[in-house]
């Protein structure tokens, strides 16, 4: 009997679903398709659109400035969450 059980969504690991993205572990920021990353139904986060404004804001200013860069993966490390399959650490080297 499952009732008055902990359940556990693990978000980071749907986003990687290779039965819904084509090569799912490939960074694709046009990657089109219903990803976890804000919720899903009546509890899809509120601050979506300022998330993705601030986002775009940083990367916009940010690129500006340093426009040449490379990730230096020899010093990145995983994030090892239950919601997120990404990075806790990603250095890059700016030109
Ligand atoms: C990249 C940034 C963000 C991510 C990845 C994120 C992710 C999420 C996720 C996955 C949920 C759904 C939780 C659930 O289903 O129980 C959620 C809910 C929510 N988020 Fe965000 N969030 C972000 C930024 C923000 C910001 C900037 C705000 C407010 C300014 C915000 C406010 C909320 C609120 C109020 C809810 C609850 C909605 C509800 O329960 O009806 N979030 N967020």
Known sequence: CL???VMLLLNGSANRDE????DPDRFDIHRGGAHLSFGQGLHFC???????MQARVVLEEVLK???????DYDNAAKAHTASVRGWAKLPVRLG
């Open 46 to 52: 509120l601050g979506s659109a300022l998330a993705r």
């Open 19 to 22: 039965r819904h993205f084509a």
């Open 3 to 5: 009732v008055g059980s």
């Open 65 to 71: 400035r340093w426009p040449d860069w490379e990730v």
